[in-house]
């Protein structure tokens, strides 16, 4: 049995500002120490010849490179070309702020 008690719950309560009854801070004590008793019990469990797990897929790398691809994108001259007002070389908008 673990080390929760109900006095314990009623003080983590009061840290959040969260109002318990005594019954509520007795049902969440057991609860919690519920939980716990379970993880121990996980944590006997024998997993030295259970190989890791951290990656299921075994992809490396499906990214693709940041690359411009220029032939595709239009030239800077067209898009000022279709822009209501321009300045300088770049897009006149209104202010934000």
């Given at each position: 049995m673990s080390h929760i008690t109900p006095e314990l719950i009623q003080k983590v309560a009061q840290l959040g500002r969260v109002s318990l009854t005594d019954q509520e801070a007795q049902n969440?004590?057991?609860?919690?120490a519920s939980i716990l008793d379970n993880f121990a019990t996980i944590q006997k469990i024998d997993t030295t010849k259970t190989p890791p797990a951290d990656d299921v897929t075994g992809r490396q790398n499906i990214a693709r490179g940041d690359e411009a691809k220029t032939e595709i994108l239009a030239p800077h001259q067209a898009l000022l070309d279709n822009a209501p007002e321009t300045h300088d070389g770049y897009f006149k908008v209104h202010s934000v702020f």
């Open positions: 969440g004590a057991e609860k919690i």
